[in-house]
Structure formats: C-alpha cells, structure tokens
C-alpha cells in the first residue's frame, strides 16, 4: 500500500520528520508516577515500585535527567491540553465534524484542523488521530532543544574545565597533590584521597567571567547551565568524570525534597531526650547509660557505655562482617564495618543482657544511624532508648568526657579493628580501675560493685 493523498498532503503541510523513535507514551503514566514519588522525597527504587517499571529502568531515567523533572510545566489555557486531545480523539472516532469539536470544546475551527493535522499519526495507512500521539508530538517540539553554549564555544569550555579541574601548582609551577581515584559513577571516596584541583563552583566561575571579560559577550554563562552540562546527559558538553571537582563530589543532583528530609528519620517524638525520666538528671539513681561510638580509619570502630552514676565503662566489640573488604561495595547492600544498624543492635543487646535488671534502666545515645534499630533493642532488652538533640554533645556530657580518655588507647586516625574483645575488656578494666574525683577517689569499678551488692542484700545506696 502506498501514501494516501491525505497522509502525502499532511507529510508536506508538516515538513520532513525524523524519526525520534517509538513515542514515549508511558509518559503521561509511569514517568509522571515516578517523577511524583521523587518530588515527595522517596528513593528511587520505591519511586519505581510506585510507578510500575523495574529499578533499572528508573535509575536510566533518573540519572538521564541530571536528577530533575525534565517534564514541562503546567500548560496555560492558549493551548490544547492532553484531555481536550482525548475528547477530540473520541469524537473524531464518532465522526464528529470539525466544526462540531470546536463547538463543543469552545475552540476555533482552525484550531482543531491545525490539530488534526500537525498530530495525526501519518505512519498508519489511514490518517488517524490519537491523542497520546497527539500529545508526545507536542511535548517533543515544545522542548526546543537548542546546542549547549559550551558546546559551541571552545574557548569558553576551556575556561570552564581549567577552573573545575585545573591541577594545583606549588611556587614553582609544579603540579602537586594526588590525582584521586577513578571515577565509578559513586560520589566522592570515603576516606580516600582527592584529586586536588582548582575547584571553583559553578556560581564563582560564572560571577568571575562577568569580571574577567567585561567587553566579551561571548564569554558568559550561568551556573545552571554548568551544573546540566555536568549532570544532565542530553547536554553532555562537560565529561561527567569532572562532577568529582565539585566541592561536594556528588555524582548526581539531589532533588529538593530528597534535601529537605530529616537526617534523623529514626528518631521520633517518643524517643526524644524531654521524655527521659526525670531521675536521669540527679543521677541518684543508678542504671542510667549514655553511649555512642568511637570511630577509626577504615570504618572501624568501638562502641562505649558510661553508666551516669558511677561512671562505670563498657566497651562493645564491633568486628567486620565476613566479606568486608573482599565483597565490592553496593548501594542499599549489607553493612559489612560491623556497626551498621543490625550488628549494632546486637552487640548492644548482648552487652547490656549481662547487666541485672536493674541497671538496665535507659540508654541515651547520639542521632547517628548505628542506632536506627533502636525499636527491637527495647524490646528484645527491655531497656528504653533515648536521643540527644541535634548538634547538644554537652547532653551526653559523661560520654564525651569518657570518649576523651579513652582516645589515649585508640587515637583518632588509626584502624581500630586490629583490637580484639579481649583487648578492648583489657582497655576499659584499666579505664574503670581509675580513681575519679566526683566519686570521693574511688573508682568506678568500686562505685558500680556497691551497687551490685547493695541490689543483692535489697537496700540501695545513692553515694
């Protein structure tokens, strides 16, 4: 079959059209699905369950995008809408006249002639009207893609990536620093070495263009337009490699709502420092913990608890899962370091259960995420969980202090898994067999084994 008069005349009123591919008419569905999800904040794995579509398939348009809605936005009354193409799509299929459609929708003549015509589906053997088609062929030539200005302009590319990516030079013009590692798609190197470079951010390198060259037009480009060439694949004039020169190193941009989420999600109203009991702050009575981590090179670390009374320490063996180090790295994969969320949990439980009842009254900890799994700590020990304010250390004062001390053992800086549970009890008998001040020079190994005998004769002391 051939091309009808119609579909010949409509293909010349439109001119000659590449062809863009297979319409994207999920669009209107799944895409608006998963761009709503990640406006409200969600992960991009929860976006694509909301959505219908597979991980994969989410993160291609995630990172595609830059990690922003590249959709259009809302469309004003001049123009038809995506449910006026569906009206004008089921009355065109009962053979509604032109004339009528516009008389319905309140629309003039041409209008819907010139719809008609502009985005009907000419690759069919019947001139059809869809509106989904209809509605693809808009979006698609409202975008009006233009060339990047640093694809374009050499000269101002240069500009740009010597002041991203310009190497650090000593007094007499050596490069110095590392290199940094290869990029792999990941954010900046925990714990590992950068690449020293110029480093100006897109806003200095804009503002400083304007100084430089005053006289010259051509020289001139905002930050946006540096951050999309960086982030947003379309507009690929800058490597991506080079998104590591930023200060914050990011691979991807972080939508809003994703920057407006609390840091501290497990950390509810009920669980707040103001719901201590009251006989916390006295420190007459016994049982009362604050706690928290001391961390090391490599992600290793030790966890400490300080009973607030006698100012008696435990120190918590946190060692490394099996696989850590050998088993690469993946995003939303097992905490290997051995203080994620789980295995800190279970230490703690373990710890805390060789303690009587009785000295297992509360526990007040740091916002940070080892203790997220704080729910089924209590329920498993019995011993209610507490958190400090954001940014207020003096809260867990007796803490920090003990922190402090025990930083002559393990200084900051150094792999702290080389130390065993043997070594770490060896550390904090010594650290417990200190006399101390506040408890009348005696020490908290002394002050805590009162409080254990006086629980086992039944009178209690508060010295």
Known sequence: MGVGKRQRAVQLYRGEVPSPGRPTVAWRQDRVRFWAGIACG????????????????????????????????????????????????????????????????????????????RNASTRTYRLTYKASIAQWHTERRARRPKIAKLVINDRLRRYVEDHLAGVVRDAEGRVVGPTGPRRTGRNKPHRGDRGWVQGWSPEQISHRLKAEFADDASMRISHEAIYQALYVESRGALKRELVACLRTGRALRVPRARARQRAWAHVTPEVLISERPVEVEDRAVPGHWE???????????????????????????????????????TKNGPALAGYGAVAMKNALALTMAELPEHLRRSLTWDRGKDLSAHAQLTIETGLPVYFADPHSPWQRGTNENTNGMLRQYFPKGTDLSRWDAHEIAAVAATVNSRPRKILGWRTPAEAFDDHLRSLRTGVATTD
């Open 42 to 117: 969600i992960k991009t794995e929860d976006a694509a369950a909301a959505a219908g579509v597979s991980s994969p398939v989410a993160f291609r348009w995630f990172r595609n995008a830059g990690g922003v809605n590249p959709a259009l936005g809302p469309v004003s009354g001049r123009y038809l809408s995506s449910s006026e193409r569906e009206d004008i799509a089921l009355w065109r299929a009962q053979d509604a006249g032109v004339r009528e459609i516009a008389r319905r929708l309140g629309r003039s003549p041409s209008t819907i002639s010139r719809e008609l015509r």
């Open 291 to 329: 706690g928290d981590l001391l961390i090391g090179l490599q992600r290793s670390a030790i966890g400490t608890l300080v009973e607030r009374t006698t100012r008696f320490t435990m120190l918590v063996h946190l060692p490394r899962a099996a696989g850590y180090g050998t088993i690469p790295r």
